[in-house]
């Protein structure tokens, strides 16, 4: 059995990833099949997450991994602006949020398909 790994990784179709620690993501899964990912890191890991997300589309396909478990289908619905926060001891610290559409949840009908039997 594979061993699950600390991290999470964002693909494009491209093949240009972004691979974060997971204590930097937060997965937040809403109805319909709607993932709200929120980050919150430090500057220089929000930069790089908003450079990766920063020109997809609306619907573009986008790939996570958590922890090497597999991909999960996703497409592009927004992303927020980077806001800053400080911590209890005024460290800074940046969030920001991408809303995703899970593509297995999307594709599954919200009632159980008809058989005609009866």
Known sequence: MPEITPEVIFKKESGE????LEKFVRLQSRAGGLLTVNFRAPE???????????????????KIDIGGTG????SFKGISPILEHKDETGFPYFSLSVTLQDQA????PDEPPSCGCG
């Open 105 to 108: 949840k999307l594709n599954q």
């Open 17 to 20: 990833t972004v691979s974060l």
């Open 44 to 62: 220089e890991e929000m930069i790089n997450i908003k450079e990766f997300f920063k020109l997809f589309q609306n619907d573009e396909l986008v």
């Open 71 to 74: 991909d999960i289908n996703c």
